[in-house]
């Protein structure tokens, strides 16, 4: 009996599974709806992810490495960090970061090079001090997760510097070192160095985060084979509930589109 191939979503239904998490679903997937295939025009431009949906989908990369952590309330000044943050195209599967702030998603799919879409390298921010006091304690006491949570904020925050600093004197057991080795991959990828943060992640054993890691740097650096191979594998072992699944979804497509 010949089976019927399997037949990908579309653009618009990709967008709205993408979008479905959000505190604004119903109005975000109903423009996403209303989409074709290709031409979802300014259907988040201006969103602003819901600080506490943020914290939740930053913590998931954490079951993804396999690693069951207690419920960890948001530092006091996250909602800051999330309200002042730019939206990203690129975005690395790495904690203090969540799929909504992929936010335009028409300019990411109509992109002629992706390449432009980049992070591009910039000069250091210092972070608010309430992240600072509360990465400096956790640090200092040696918490984990929580101390590098600390650190990732700090980069989400723009303060690679500090970031860097941080990484040199974290101390953490055998089970938190991959954890740790994405997140230094992710820093390098927001400081501007896509090349030396795909060719770490190409070094990282196999696991959800470093496969759609490998996959979201592929496609922005132009390997769409490598990309396919990657996010396909990503997309399979995120559930269908995660927003991550959804953003690698559409990745994958991108992919497969321009491939």
């Known amino acids: 009996m010949t089976q019927t191939p399997s037949i990908p979503p579309t653009i618009a239904e990709l967008t709205a599974g993408f979008l479905r998490r959000t505190e604004d679903a119903?109005?975000?997937?109903?423009?996403a709806d209303a989409l074709g295939d290709v031409e979802p025009h300014e259907v988040s431009v201006g969103y602003r992810a819901e600080p506490r949906l943020a914290w939740?989908?930053?913590?998931?990369v954490l079951a993804a490495f396999g690693l069951k952590a207690?419920?960890?309330p948001a530092p006091a000044e996250w909602g800051s960090?999330?309200?002042r943050q730019e939206g990203l195209a690129a975005l690395p599967f790495a904690l203090a970061n969540y799929p909504q702030r992929v936010r335009n998603l028409g300019t990411l799919i109509e992109s002629g090079n992706l390449r432009d879409l980049l992070?591009?390298?910039a000069t250091g921010a210092a972070v608010a001090t309430g992240l600072l006091k509360w990465g400096t304690r956790h640090i200092q006491a040696g918490?984990?997760?929580?101390?590098?949570?600390a650190v990732a904020n700090y980069r989400a925050a723009g303060d690679f510097e500090r970031a860097n600093d941080a990484y040199k004197n974290l101390s953490v057991a055998t089970e938190w070192q991959a954890v740790v080795a994405n997140e230094e991959a992710a820093l390098l990828w927001q400081q501007g160095k896509h090349e030396q943060a795909a060719e770490a992640w190409a070094n990282l054993p196999?696991?959800?985060p470093v496969l759609f890691n490998r996959g979201m740097s592929a496609l922005f650096l132009g390997r769409f084979d490598e990309a396919k191979s990657a996010l396909s594998a990503a997309v399979a072992g995120l559930s269908e509930e995660s927003a991550?699944?959804?953003?690698?979804s559409l990745y994958l497509t991108l992919a497969q589109m321009r491939g």
């Open 26 to 31: 119903e109005t975000l997937i109903a423009a």
């Open 56 to 60: 939740q989908e930053s913590l998931e």
């Open 70 to 72: 207690d419920p960890i």
């Open 81 to 83: 960090l999330v309200a």
């Open 119 to 121: 992070p591009k390298s």
């Open 143 to 149: 918490n984990l997760p929580h101390a590098i949570i």
């Open 206 to 208: 196999e696991s959800v």
């Open 244 to 248: 991550w699944h959804h953003l690698a």
